[in-house]
């Protein structure tokens, strides 16, 4: 069965702690990976695509690597308006499947 | 530029009830989808649309319809609501089927 994970569940920094979130999956065969952010109360918003391993992909504080098993979202010197919950996503290599998304990693940090 | 719109922003029925939910893209995407979002259960796929006058079931379709009414608009129909059905509900469009998706803003339904 394909599956998608994510760690920690919930995570706490301090200001400019940086840290790491993984989103490990097990499936028939990767086409992209896709890491999105989510306020409360609002849609997800999309961050990045990463197509094969050893990708990277970076945008301000965040960036985002592949590797064959999981993919890792580092954020550098996180700041308040960090603090949201960050969702992956696959999409298989197999014709008529959509997205399969991970539970997400609910981050918070403070000042 | 409104990206993905949704009405209504909020609903409240009553068991049996039925209601159309509206989405409706300004991107000129191909492909259009439906979520629910449930605590502890992450985003899950009730029914897509890979482009205009298709539409294919997700992982959680069953209770629910869909009409691709053009490229621009996909509803999601709840002929008879069920208190099963209290989620929060996504509409997502993207340029390909293989491409990154975009967000609306959710519909809050809760059914009782």
């Known amino acids: 069965e394909d599956q998608v994970t994510q760690s920690p569940e919930a995570l706490r920094l301090q200001e400019g702690e940086s840290s790491s979130l993984n989103c490990s999956y097990t499936?028939?065969?990767?086409?992209?990976l896709f890491w999105y952010r989510q306020d409360p109360g609002k849609g997800p918003e999309f961050l990045f695509t990463?197509?094969?391993a050893g990708e990277e992909k970076e945008k301000e504080r965040l960036k985002a690597t592949l590797t064959k098993k999981e993919s890792f979202l580092h954020i550098t010197a996180p700041k308040p308006e960090d603090s949201a919950t960050y969702l992956c996503?696959?999409?298989?290599?197999?014709?008529?499947?959509?997205?399969?998304f991970g539970k997400g990693t609910t981050l918070s940090v403070s000042s | 530029n409104a990206g993905v719109t949704q009405t209504p922003k909020f609903q409240v029925l009553k068991t049996g009830q039925s209601m159309t939910l509206q989405c409706a893209q300004d991107?000129?995407?191909?492909?259009m989808y439906w979520y629910r979002q449930d605590p502890g259960m992450g985003l899950r796929l009730i029914y897509y649309?890979?482009?205009?006058?298709?539409?294919d079931k997700g992982e959680v379709p069953n209770g629910y319809n869909v009409s691709r009414l053009n490229k621009r608009e996909f509803s999601l129909r709840l002929e008879s609501a069920a208190p099963s059905q209290t989620s929060v509900y996504f509409c997502?469009?993207?340029?390909?089927?293989?491409?990154?998706?975009?967000f609306g803003p959710g519909t809050r339904l809760t059914v009782l």
């Open positions: 997502a469009s993207s340029g390909g089927f293989y491409n990154e998706q975009f």
């Open positions: 499936v028939s065969g990767l086409r992209g």
């Open positions: 990463l197509y094969s």
């Open positions: 996503a696959v999409l298989l290599n197999q014709a008529g499947t959509a997205l399969i």
């Open positions: 991107m000129n995407h191909n492909s």
């Open positions: 649309s890979a482009s205009e006058g298709t539409t």
